[in-house]
């Protein structure tokens, strides 16, 4: 089991948070420094037992860090990094938890300063509430981390942070920036989209009549404006791409509805009921 002195978090929300709370849980870090702008999301942090010290100078947060894990918004990302790389010891590993990759991956992967390295990460946990007070230890228990090496990437970085994800409870996967992005943007970036189309398109006298059907699809609208303008904007052509696919299907479904034509209605209906039902619980 790979352990820790000192592993700092850029931007302890949910996500940084929880990995706060899994390092701490499993005795994986014997400190654990959480670095932000906001004093009250720190105390917070600190309430919960996301961390053991907190700062909102970034030089004092990364100054003795064997790993710095970056968990703020996407358009911060790569600035982050070097400010990260510019403060933290010599030959230190960096890495994110950001929902896109290739823009990030390729701004950073022609090396940063002092010999330290980054290698990009995307754990696909999460929800529409945010900040520390709802991190967990086990959010990222039974799901899927992705790692994004390039071919500068030395295997002795990826293999720890490999270890790092399984030991917090994630199943692994590699790939590379761009096919994450291409992927990601049809089982995350679109749904959220879609969520927030359906949600923009709601009227006030609706509001009494929801029921679990609209509030569990509108439920990842619920997310702030501030984390998924930037993943829209990052990887936009990948979620056009999505969006046109799903226009598509939409479009067939309302002709089918328009039409009365119940065999392709049932045949559209069924067909998403087997690709649902292979998604699991």
């Known amino acids: 089991m790979k352990t820790f002195k000192n592993v700092a978090i850029l931007g302890v929300g949910l996500i940084g948070g929880s990995i706060g709370l899994a390092l701490r849980g499993r005795g994986l870090a014997q400190n654990v420094v959480g670095i932000g702008r906001r004093q009250e999301s720190l105390r917070t942090a600190r309430r919960v037992g996301a961390v053991t010290q907190t700062t909102v100078n970034l030089e004092k947060g990364v100054a003795e860090a064997e ?145 679990t059907g609209l509030l569990d699809m509108t439920r990842l609208a619920a997310g702030g404006p501030e984390i998924w303008k930037p993943i829209f904007m990052l990887n936009r052509d990948n979620v056009l791409a999505a969006l046109r696919q799903f226009n598509q299907r939409w479009a067939a479904l309302e002709a089918a509805i328009a039409a009365g034509d119940e065999m392709e209605l049932e045949r559209i209906l069924t067909l998403a009921k087997k690709n649902r039902d292979a998604l699991g619980s």
């Open 67 to 211: 790993l710095v894990v970056v968990c703020t918004p996407v358009g911060r990302i790569v600035e982050d990094v070097r400010r990260v790389a510019e403060c933290c010891p010599a030959e230190t590993l960096i890495t994110d938890a950001g929902s896109t990759k290739q823009s990030i991956v390729e701004q950073l992967d022609e090396g940063l300063p002092r010999g330290c390295r980054f290698l990009g990460g995307h754990p696909l946990a999460g929800g529409e509430k945010t900040g520390p007070a709802h991190a967990s230890n086990d959010l990222f228990h039974g799901r899927v981390t992705v790692l994004t090496p390039t071919k500068n990437t030395q295997a002795k970085d990826y293999d720890l942070l490999e270890q790092f994800w399984i030991q917090l409870g994630s199943m692994v996967i590699r790939m590379s920036a761009d096919e994450h992005d291409r992927m990601i943007a049809v089982t995350s970036h679109m749904p959220h989209a879609v969520s927030v189309a359906l949600a923009a398109s709601l009227t006030e006298d609706c509001f009494r009549l929801a029921g």
